[in-house]
Nanobody
């Protein structure tokens, strides 16, 4: 069992920045690849970024490349999503998830554990 709790969401103006955190507890954090997903009301959940167990592999959706950075601190059992140059279209509930794999994954079906999400709202 892995419990994931997101934090750091909020309301920000376009062009601003936020840093999301996902704190993990339970089974060994370093054994899991981690991902960030987002879902706007009435829309499907999509991958935003993902990171491998050792952080040697990272993935970013095309829509966030150059603006978002995923990182992890295995000692703190926390994964982060630094979001810069935010746009109104980034508005969504952001979820972190954990996958017991040795690579990096973009499909949500590969993730075993999910957090409850944190709201990010970007105003124009």
């Amino acid at each position: 069992q892995v419990q994931l709790v997101e934090s750091g969401g909020g309301l920000v103006q376009a062009g601003g920045s936020l840093r999301l955190s996902c704190a993990a507890s339970g089974r060994t954090f370093s054994n899991y690849a981690m991902g960030w997903f987002r879902q706007a009301p009435g829309k499907e959940r999509d991958v935003v970024a993902a990171i491998s167990r050792s952080a040697s592999i990272k993935y970013y959706a095309d829509s966030v490349k150059g603006r978002f950075t995923i990182s992890r601190d295995n000692a703190k059992t926390t994964v982060y999503l630094q979001m810069n140059s935010l746009k109104p279209e980034d508005t969504a509930v952001y979820y972190c998830a954990a996958s017991p794999g040795g690579s990096v994954y973009t499909a949500e079906v590969t993730y075993r554990y999910w957090g409850q999400g944190t709201q990010v709202t970007v105003s124009s």
